[in-house]
């Protein structure tokens, strides 16, 4: 275990493999916030083969062979993070690759041709999972559960208008520059 500034840490388990695995995490945030949209929008500029994080530590960098973030909110704070699958030998130039396109995205505000076609991405993805009964029953169960409006999966567009390249800046900061991470090497 290699000890971060603050209480962050990472864990290493060298295996003789190929392939090597890394997540950086942080603590997230709460299926309640309201910049929840905020970071599914950030998230989606970052990830997928035309994201940030592809173009810039795959193609560019050619320092992994898939990276994407990934996330989770809860009732509690969730996590946000970044996943990604390289070659042993470039672990740390890896880690270091994702803390640096973590710390541009809280320094370098998303474009608003960015964020039009991640929401357009995300809601395209909604409503083709929209489109089976027991996804609309799924959805309707766990906003019920969660605490959300029953028809909180028809405000979504009305919900990303609110989202601004301002928005995404603060949660990446919020997010990105905690003094808390894990790094998980595998």
């Known amino acids: 275990v290699?000890?971060?500034?603050?209480?962050?840490?990472?864990?290493?388990?060298?295996k003789n493999r190929e392939q090597s695995h890394l997540i950086m995490g942080f603590p997230g945030i709460r299926l309640?916030?309201?910049?929840?949209?905020?970071?599914r929008v950030l998230l989606t500029v970052l990830g997928g083969?035309?994201?940030r994080l592809f173009r810039e530590l795959?193609?560019?960098?050619?320092?992994?062979?898939?990276?994407?973030?990934?996330?989770?909110?809860?009732?509690?704070?969730?996590?946000v993070g970044v996943y990604m699958g390289c070659d042993p030998k470039?672990?740390?130039q890896a880690l270091k690759g994702i803390g640096e396109e973590l710390k541009r995205s809280t320094l370098v505000a998303s474009t608003k041709t960015e964020i039009?076609?991640?929401?357009?991405?995300?809601?395209?993805?909604?409503?083709?999972?929209?489109q089976?009964?027991?996804?609309?029953?799924?959805?309707?169960?766990?906003?019920?559960?969660?605490?959300?409006?029953?028809?909180e999966h028809l405000k979504l567009r009305d919900s990303f208008k609110k989202v601004t390249p301002d928005s995404i800046l603060?949660?990446?900061r919020k997010l990105f520059q905690q003094p808390s991470v894990t790094a998980v090497v595998i």
């Open 2 to 14: 290699q000890q971060f500034p603050g209480s962050s840490k990472i864990v290493t388990d060298v």
């Open 32 to 39: 309640s916030d309201k910049e929840r949209y905020d970071l």
């Open 49 to 51: 083969q035309s994201g």
């Open 58 to 79: 795959r193609d560019k960098q050619g320092l992994c062979y898939s990276v994407a973030p990934v996330h989770f909110e809860g009732i509690e704070r969730g996590y």
């Open 90 to 92: 470039k672990r740390e």
């Open 116 to 130: 039009g076609h991640a929401i357009e991405f995300i809601l395209g993805r909604h409503h083709m999972e929209m």
């Open 132 to 151: 089976l009964n027991s996804a609309i029953a799924s959805v309707l169960g766990f906003n019920a559960l969660y605490g959300l409006s029953p028809d």
């Open 170 to 172: 603060q949660i990446a």
